[in-house]
C-alpha cells in the first residue's frame, strides 16, 4: 500500500456520460498530479495542484478538469466522454514539488463502450 | 517543453542476464528517478539521484547520475521473473517531474 489512495479501481461506461475520479494523498503530502497512461504509453501529465491550488497544466483536454479540496483529496472529472478516453489514471502526491519523488496510487482502469 | 528520451522501448532477455537502458535529456535535471511499474499498478520508486556523478545501488539494481546531469542509466544484474514489468526514468524539471516513455522488459526464463 503506496498510501494514495484511488477510487474507484474499475469504472465501465458509455461515450457522451461523466465520471468522476477521486484520489487521497499520502499523508502529510499537498501536492497532487493527475496522469494519464494509454494502452502501451508513457505517463501523460495532466495536471497538478499543490494546497488547493492548480499548480500546472500538462495536456489536459477542456473536456477534462480537476480540484483538490480542503482535505487535500482531489477528484479528475471527465466528461462527454469518447472510446478514445479508455485507459489508466493515476494519482500521484509528494510533500512539495517532488524532489524526492511522487508517490503513485494503483490508477483507476476507465473503459468507455 | 523538457523531454526524456529513453532507450531502448522494449526489451526480452533470458533470465540471468544482466539488463541496461538510459535516458538522456537536452535540458539539466537536478534530480533523476527511476520508477518501476509492475502490470495493472502504478509505478513505484526503485532509486533516486540528487548529484552528478552519483552511482547509487538498490541490491542487484544500479543507477548513475550523468555527469553532465542530461543522462542518467540503470542496470538490472542477475535478472529474475519478477523484473518483468516497465520501466521509467524521471527528471525533476521546473515544477513536476518529466518522465521518460519507459522500458518494457520481457523475460523469458
Known amino acids: 500500500d503506496s498510501g494514495v489512495t484511488q477510487t474507484p479501481k474499475h469504472l465501465i461506461t458509455a461515450t457522451g456520460q461523466r465520471v468522476t475520479l477521486r484520489c487521497s494523498p499520502r499523508?502529510?503530502?499537498?501536492?497532487v498530479y493527475w496522469y494519464q497512461q494509454s494502452l502501451d504509453q508513457g505517463l501523460q501529465f495532466l495536471i497538478q495542484?499543490?494546497?488547493?491550488?492548480?499548480?500546472a497544466k500538462g495536456n489536459i483536454l477542456e473536456r477534462f478538469s480537476a480540484q483538490q479540496f480542503p482535505d487535500l483529496h482531489s477528484e479528475l472529472n471527465l466528461s462527454s466522454l469518447e472510446l478514445g478516453d479508455s485507459a489508466l489514471y493515476f494519482c500521484?502526491?509528494?510533500?512539495?514539488?517532488?524532489?524526492?519523488?511522487?508517490?503513485f496510487g494503483s490508477g483507476t482502469r476507465l473503459t468507455v463502450v | 517543453g523538457q523531454q526524456l528520451n529513453q532507450s531502448p522501448q522494449s526489451m526480452f532477455i533470458q533470465e540471468g542476464e544482466d539488463v541496461s537502458m538510459n535516458c538522456t535529456s537536452s535540458?539539466?535535471?537536478?534530480?533523476w528517478l527511476w520508477y518501476k511499474q509492475d502490470p495493472g499498478e502504478g509505478p513505484v520508486l526503485l532509486i533516486a539521484?540528487?548529484?552528478?556523478?552519483e552511482l547509487t545501488s538498490n541490491g542487484r539494481l544500479t543507477a548513475q547520475f550523468g555527469i553532465t546531469r542530461k543522462d542518467s542509466f540503470l542496470n538490472i544484474s542477475a535478472s529474475i521473473p519478477s523484473d518483468v514489468g516497465i520501466y521509467f526514468c524521471?527528471?525533476?524539471?521546473?515544477?513536476?517531474?518529466?518522465f521518460g516513455q519507459g522500458t518494457r522488459l520481457t523475460i523469458n526464463p
Open positions: 500521484a502526491s509528494s510533500v512539495g514539488q517532488g524532489v524526492y519523488g511522487y508517490t
Open positions: 499523508s502529510g503530502d499537498l501536492s
Open positions: 495542484y499543490y494546497n488547493g491550488e492548480e499548480r
Open positions: 535540458s539539466i535535471f537536478n534530480t
Open positions: 539521484l540528487y548529484k552528478a556523478g
Open positions: 524521471a527528471g525533476q524539471g521546473a515544477q513536476k517531474l518529466v
